[in-house]
């Protein structure tokens, strides 16, 4: 299944580095998705992209910048991080945005800040 | 803020064996609630989901029912078999115009065969 696929799925960075995040779907949708996924918390809503427009962004530093070049690709520029920005990210699309649609995961990046 | 709560955090049953879950949201307005399934190391994968104008859906040996005035629902998982291993993830989304889904904190379910 390659719906919607992400790239790298493993990132190790240093806090000083940048990094960047990316993630395509090949179904056709026009809302993307990045969401944090920590061990034992809910997954964190950190941004929604409608037709290349952000609609959402859920309080998230400002070192985590978002970037939506067209429907079907979406990146997350990584800046100056910290230990506890570890987790996996997954970016997600769906339909159109929205409300109550059926959300298409990637399988995610794991990335470690040391 | 909005949140749900999900429990129990782990489940171990045994194979054949029903299991539940489940979950307490706090708005009121909240109108939808889809479960997704994470298998170990891999994507979440929504399963079953429930609209708030409804108390019961089933899909197999999946059921969800809501209960909109004690403002809670439950996933119904019966005849479990080792592939329903997984965590899984209650969420709800609050209404507004924007697909904004709040998810619980998963349930590890283990399936002993």
């Known amino acids: 299944e390659t719906g919607v696929t992400q790239t790298p799925r493993h990132l190790v960075m240093g806090m000083t580095n940048k990094k960047s995040l990316k993630c395509e779907q090949h179904?056709?949708?026009?809302?993307m998705y990045w969401y944090k996924q920590s061990a034992k918390k809910p997954l964190e809503l950190m941004f929604v992209?409608?037709?290349?427009?952000?609609?959402e962004n859920n309080s998230v530093p400002s070192r985590f910048s978002p970037e939506c070049p067209n429907s079907s690709h979406l990146f997350l520029h990584l800046h100056t991080l910290q230990p506890e920005d570890s987790a996996l990210y997954l970016c997600?699309?769906?339909?159109?945005?929205?409300?109550?649609?059926?959300?298409?995961f990637g399988s995610g990046t794991q990335l470690s800040v040391l | 803020g909005e949140n749900v709560e999900q429990h129990p955090s782990t489940l171990s049953v045994q194979e054949g064996d029903s299991a539940v879950i489940k979950c307490t949201y706090s708005d009121s307005a909240s109108n939808y609630f889809p479960w997704y399934k994470q298998e170990l190391g891999k994507r979440p994968q929504l399963i079953i989901d429930?609209?708030?104008?409804?108390g019961e859906k089933k899909d197999q040996r999946i059921a969800v029912t809501l209960n909109k005035t004690a403002k809670h629902f439950s996933l119904h998982i019966t005849e479990t078999q080792p592939e329903d291993s997984a965590v899984y993830f209650c969420a709800e989304n609050y209404g507004g115009a924007t697909n904004k889904l709040i998810f619980g904190t998963g349930t590890l379910l283990a399936v002993q065969p």
């Open positions: 429930i609209r708030s104008n409804v």
């Open positions: 179904l056709g949708h026009n809302a």
């Open positions: 992209y409608s037709l290349e427009e952000r609609v």
């Open positions: 997600a699309s769906s339909q159109d945005g929205s409300t109550n649609e059926k959300l298409f």
